[in-house]
């Protein structure tokens, strides 16, 4: 079946834009990360959806991030105001109810920003 | 929070050696340790997970041990082939919080040498 997509695959912004990052879980999985893996760099947690839950927005690392979660199931991350530290790839992944900790990446959204 | 660490960094072996690469965990509630492969420019993708109540898992040329003792748990490749080299995550996680994040180590770098 489908995976996790995301859109753009890339995107160019300059310093002081917003911009949406999109991610389309795969159907019927209840829960949504997003990640952030600058170059050469790990996998830094953002945020993360269960269901109808309220969201850890733990790892937003400034109040210009933000996300949220429409009808269950596609999410959109938006980044305020970017700046270049912000260049990254953004990475989406969801995993299934009956099995929560096995996360499905999405191909991810490279974000730079000039 | 959990806290993983990952050793070594970076790792070149031989084809057809074995590699070896160790994850230590902080939070003893941890039950879930999954382990990724991230080739060059691709998603994270997973590749063996292994829980709380297992000692070992084998999959082909791939097996994954946990001593929750130690609190450390070690990803073995065996008989490596040049496809095996990209960056490869270990991750720990617990449903106690409700939260169900992974915490992610650093990752390695595999390197497999023809």
């Known amino acids: 079946g489908a995976g996790v997509s995301q859109s753009p695959s890339n995107k160019v912004t300059e310093k002081g834009k917003d911009v949406e990052l999109r991610c389309d879980p795969i159907?019927?999985?209840?829960?949504l990360y997003w990640y952030r893996q600058s170059l050469g760099q790990g996998l830094e947690f953002l945020i993360y959806?269960?269901?109808?839950?309220?969201?850890?927005k733990s790892g937003l690392p400034s109040d210009r991030f933000s996300a949220e979660r429409t009808g269950g199931s596609v999410s959109t991350l938006t980044i305020q105001r970017t700046q270049q530290e912000d260049s990254a790839v953004y990475l989406c992944?969801?995993?299934?109810?009956?099995?929560?900790?096995?996360?499905?990446f999405g191909p991810g959204t490279r974000l730079t920003v000039t | 929070g959990e806290n993983v660490e990952q050793h070594p960094s970076t790792l070149s072996v031989q084809e057809g050696d074995s590699a070896v690469i160790k994850c230590t965990y902080s939070?003893?509630?941890?039950?879930?340790f999954p382990w990724y492969k991230q080739e060059l420019g691709k998603r994270p993708q997973l590749i063996i997970d292994?829980?709380?109540?297992?000692g070992e898992k084998k999959d082909q040329r791939i097996a994954v041990t946990l001593n929750k003792t130690a609190k450390h748990f070690s990803l073995h490749i065996t008989e490596t082939q040049p496809e095996d080299s990209a960056v490869y995550f270990c991750?720990?996680?617990?449903?106690?919080?409700?939260?169900?994040?992974?915490?992610f180590g650093t990752g390695t770098r595999l390197t497999v040498i023809p």
């Open positions: 991750a720990a996680s617990s449903d106690q919080t409700g939260a169900n994040n992974l915490f």
């Open positions: 959806f269960q269901g109808n839950s309220a969201p850890d």
């Open positions: 292994i829980r709380s109540n297992v």
């Open positions: 159907s019927g999985h209840t829960a």
């Open positions: 939070d003893s509630a941890s039950n879930y």
């Open positions: 992944a969801s995993s299934p109810r009956a099995r929560p900790y096995e996360q499905y």
